[in-house]
């Protein structure tokens, strides 16, 4: 027995085995395209502002000529995490692609594996990668990724909207239409840019607003205070009646958070803390959280988020379904796995194709009723419209 057996795949054959209806599933080919679309409006987070979102499309062609389909969203360049598209394009392509061609497409957690070998970090790259992989073996099989992570337990998740240009009356008046149209009644909003107090006066003409129609779920601070400042304004949140504060100190800062959580009745979220399954078990440990947001930017393959939500969930955490803009493609990606988790009480913001101005998939996700409909179909569920991606494509 070898020290490391636990992952010894070293025995595992190079090549899948033939099969009929398997045919072919050998990795042929990987190739990745940068594409930037803009967005509805102005989107403001503490750190940064995007009027344009950068995607990276990656497709895997396989043996028996069907190509897979994955894609990772960044926001502002290298500025929300490490990764920009840049970075995640030269990565696939200089690191994860040789490390994975001429390996068996269906050979998931083999694929992880070997790109953690290949690269640390860079988790946005690794789970664009793997998308693909399922998309390639759902499209085969003619079965959804859902089906092959062990199949769906809901058919739609509860859906928010993330108010973000900054400005009370243009915000009140997107949440209102959002109402109407019932597409969401719950809300996030991006808090941080300004001084607390304005936030507050904010966020009181938003809920006045929008009482008895829809609620503010989440305010998210993107790490803008610091312990002091969110002693001082988190009861002041709690009294507005907003549901949750996400990240509210720097992600570093767990030691805060656990104080924070003790001290304070409004539950906190944990994103930009938790990336690794390492990360989820330190805020679990010290309870530096009540609730979790994941993304498949921050987790590194579909594998790998059910493993940060199993942790998550053994901690009694709440589970939420979170995104970075991510077009339908990502979006499509995130809802295969989000349909499978055995638990997510705080619904999803799997928003990102209704904030940009245009798709890149010939099929349209279902957003009615306040919820995001899980899609069907072999794959991913959606297939690339080849016109929508050269328009979008960034030039070389
Ligand atoms: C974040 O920090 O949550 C996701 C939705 C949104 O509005 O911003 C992003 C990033
Ligand atoms: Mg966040």
């Known amino acids: 027995m070898t020290v490391n057996s636990a992952t010894d795949i070293s025995g595992l054959q190079s090549t899948a085995p033939d ?3 398997a045919a072919d599933l050998t990795v042929r080919s990987i190739r990745t395209q940068i594409v930037d679309i803009p967005t509805v409006r102005e989107h403001k987070l503490s750190s940064l502002s995007v009027t344009h979102q950068s ?8 043996g028996n000529g069907v190509e897979g389909i994955g894609e990772a969203a960044t926001l502002g360049g290298p500025r929300w995490s490490e990764e920009s598209v ?15 061609v001429g390996r068996p497409a269906d050979r998931f957690e083999e694929a992880a594996i070997l790109m953690d070998r290949a690269a640390k970090r860079n988790a ?9 992989l399922f998309d390639a073996v759902g499209k085969t099989r003619g079965l959804p990724v859902h089906t092959l992570l062990g199949g769906a337990v809901r058919a ?14 243009q915000e009140i008046d997107e949440a209102k239409e959002k109402i109407e149209k019932r597409l969401h009644n719950t809300f996030k909003v991006k808090i941080g840019v300004n001084d607390p107090a304005e936030d507050i006066k904010r966020l009181t003409k938003i809920a006045s607003a929008i009482e008895g129609h829809g609620t503010l779920k989440v305010v998210d601070v993107n790490q803008a205070w610091d312990e002091a400042m969110a002693d001082r304004w988190l009861p002041a949140l709690a009294e507005i009646g907003v549901g949750s504060v996400e990240q509210p100190l720097p992600h570093w800062n767990l030691a805060g958070m656990t104080r924070l959580a003790a001290r304070h009745a409004i539950p906190i979220m944990a994103d930009e803390s938790v990336f690794s399954i390492h990360d989820m078990f330190a805020v679990a440990r010290q309870a530096a959280a009540d609730v979790v947001s994941l993304k498949l930017v921050k987790h590194g393959c579909l594998t790998a988020l059910r493993d940060v939500a199993a ?5 009694g955490l709440g589970l939420y379904g979170g995104c970075l803009l991510e077009s339908s493609v990502g979006t499509a990606a995130h809802l295969q796995v989000f349909a499978t988790l055995p638990d997510l009480a705080w619904g999803c913001e799997s928003f990102g194709p209704l904030i940009l101005k245009g798709g890149l998939t010939k099929e349209r996700l279902t957003y009615q009723n306040f919820c995001v409909c899980i899609p069907e179909g072999p794959g991913l569920g959606v297939t690339l419209d080849e016109d929508a991606v050269a328009h979008f494509a960034r030039s070389d």
């Open 311 to 315: 942790i998550a969930r053994a901690a």
């Open 86 to 100: 840049e970075t995640i394009k030269a990565v696939i392509d200089g690191y994860l692609a040789p490390a994975l």
């Open 55 to 62: 995607h990276i499309l990656v497709r895997v062609g396989i």
């Open 19 to 21: 099969h009929p209806a």
């Open 156 to 169: 739609r998740i509860p859906v928010l909207w993330a108010l973000a240009s900054g400005d009370a009356e």
């Open 124 to 132: 946005s790259a690794k789970s664009a990668l793997q998308t693909a």
